[in-house]
């Protein structure tokens, strides 16, 4: 069975910090590109920061030089640090890992709140 276990969402002030964390079970975690993606309300999800098996990275636009994805293969798991957080990052993050169309996979998401 196939688990993707979120955490380290809460609530943060505009110009802050936080560590997300994505620990993954039932699968050859090196093997996989992991991603994370945030859907905020009214609004379709999209692709945040991905990291491929060969640690390439992929960031959208909006988060290009404050967040940074990174994974410890050791650990089967995969962070995402996000720095200087504004109120539009206020979403649900959800962690994907990705092989093929038929092994793709999503966590339950973290609600990830920046408010002052």
């Known amino acids: 069975q196939v688990q993707l276990v979120e955490s380290g969402g809460g609530l943060v002030h505009p110009g802050g910090s936080l560590r997300l964390s994505c620990t993954a079970s039932?699968?050859?975690?090196?093997?996989?590109?992991m991603g994370w993606y945030r859907q905020a309300p009214g609004k379709q999800r999209e692709l945040v920061a991905l990291?491929?098996?060969?640690?390439?990275?992929n960031y959208a636009d909006s988060v290009k030089g404050r967040f940074t994805i990174s994974r410890d293969n050791a650990k089967n798991t995969v962070y995402l640090q996000m720095n200087s957080l504004k109120p539009e990052d206020t979403a649900v993050y959800y962690c994907n890992a990705d092989l093929t169309p038929l092994s793709a996979y999503w966590g339950q998401g973290t609600q990830v709140t920046v408010s002052s």
């Open positions: 990291i491929t098996s060969g640690d390439n990275t």
């Open positions: 039932g699968i050859i975690f090196r093997l996989y590109t």
